[in-house]
């Protein structure tokens, strides 16, 4: 009983919710919504959770194609300066590869960037 009184469950993020939606090179479209298809939930201890802050860890630049449900990066839960938990992040939806004008233009694009 002690530890449902002295720990809060925070939910960060719902089910299928995207955490963060970064560029996409070389695909149909131009977002990759990253998330979970579970919620993201994390335990701390009582009066805690507004001390929470989240950051994303991926590769950049993004180039597509992705696979639906593809581990692509890590969300990680700070406290502070500690580290709570780590999360893997997955591909939400699917993005193709596009044409091969827009890979070449966004080929160019990157070679400028």
Do not use: H
Not at 5 to 28: E, N
Not at 71 to 85: A, E, P, R, Y
């Amino acid at each position: 009983n002690w530890g449902y009184t002295a720990y809060d469950a925070v939910r960060l993020f719902d089910a299928g919710q995207p955490v963060s939606t970064p560029r996409v090179w070389k695909g149909k479209t131009n977002e990759l919504k990253l998330g979970r298809f579970e919620p993201i939930v994390v335990a701390v201890p009582g009066g805690t959770a507004s001390k929470l802050t989240t950051q994303v860890a991926r590769p950049e630049p993004l180039v597509a194609p992705f696979t639906k449900n593809q581990s692509v990066g890590t969300l990680k839960v700070m406290q502070g300066d500690q580290l709570v938990t780590e999360v893997p992040l997955v591909a939400l939806e699917a993005v193709e590869q596009s044409g091969v004008a827009g890979r070449a233009w966004d080929a160019l694009r990157l070679w400028i960037k």
